[in-house]
């Protein structure tokens, strides 16, 4: 008897140490499922990213250079940068005005008939990822030169045609709203419904009405999700490239389109602008996503509790 258990004394530090070795293998099992996961994103993003950046910083003999990222600055592409801030800019304000009405109707309990709000919701899940070449072209033959909706116009107001067109920066403006609207409504759809329904009760019975709640209670806990989805619309729309490219070509004098241009045209080939070009994008997008990251956070405190 007492030899058994002397030798399970042994045993057991023994026993111990494997099962916590294997209990540390363990740990890296579920990573190896998402190796596929990891290499698709270091293949066609990491990797990418860094070779445009050392692309950005060289001259054309390959040598370390600034000279490339403050030609991108120059007078001959700020002005195409300055544009496309400000297409940038107003379809954001406009799409998102819009968008946190519409997530405001989603979220009250009189919004209308429970078909019209699950409607309103699967179509704006659907035209935030819209855009490209089929969004483009949707509205070239709605509103284009020889659209349905243009002839229709037309015939009670002749001069249209000379007023708007879908290709200039009103009309490339309009196409934008067709996502960024949809788009706002579905990033403010969780921070409107986590708006707790013991707030407006708490405020009403201190004599609050509808104005002053939103005012002094909504707001000041909206603000944070609300300018963080501007800044993730501005973001979207500073980058798209598809759809202004489809209904402009050449014609509107966007940063992503004077991209494509260096890098696949034949008399403005320059891929090393092109690369600078994306970088101060890149710059641009990433200061915008981490204000809305760290907005989002600042917003989470209240909205989980």
Do not use: C
């Amino acid at each position: 008897m007492t030899l058994k258990t002397k030798s399970s004394q042994e045993r057991s530090p023994q026993i111990k140490k494997t099962r916590e070795q294997n209990h540390r293998g363990n740990h890296f099992v579920p990573f190896l499922g998402a190796l596929p996961y990891f290499a698709f994103v270091a293949a066609f993003l990491i990797i990418p990213i860094i070779a445009n950046v050392v692309t950005a910083f060289q001259d054309a003999t390959g040598q370390p250079s600034t000279e490339t990222m403050a030609e991108a600055m120059g007078q001959a592409y700020r002005e195409a940068f300055l544009l496309t801030f400000n297409l940038s800019l107003l379809t954001t304000v406009i799409g998102g005005f819009f968008g946190v009405i519409i997530a405001w109707a989603l979220t009250t309990k009189k919004s209308g008939p429970k078909w019209l709000s699950n409607l309103v919701n699967s179509f704006s899940a659907l035209a935030a990822q819209s855009g490209g070449v089929q969004l483009a072209y949707a509205f070239i033959a709605l509103l284009g030169t020889q659209g349905l909706l243009t002839g229709v116009i037309k015939k009670v107001y002749p001069n249209f045609g000379e007023v708007f067109s879908i290709t200039d920066f009103a009309g490339v403006s309009l196409v934008y709203l067709y996502f960024q609207v949809p788009l706002m409504t579905v990033l403010m759809l969780p921070s409107m419904s986590a708006l707790k329904k013991e707030w407006y009760d708490a405020a009403s019975s201190l004599g609050a009405t509808k104005g002053q709640y939103l005012r002094d209670v909504a707001l000041p806990v909206l603000w944070p999700p609300i300018v963080g989805s501007l800044l993730l619309l501005f973001a979207n729309a500073f980058a798209a490239y598809a759809t202004a490219y489809a209904l402009a070509g050449g014609s509107l004098n966007l940063i992503p389109i004077v991209i494509g241009f260096l890098i696949s045209g034949n008399v403005l080939l320059n891929p090393g602008l092109a690369a600078a070009l994306v970088t101060w994008m890149m710059i641009i997008i990433l200061v915008a996503m981490g204000l809305r990251l760290v907005l989002t956070r600042r917003s989470d405190k209240w909205l989980s509790n």
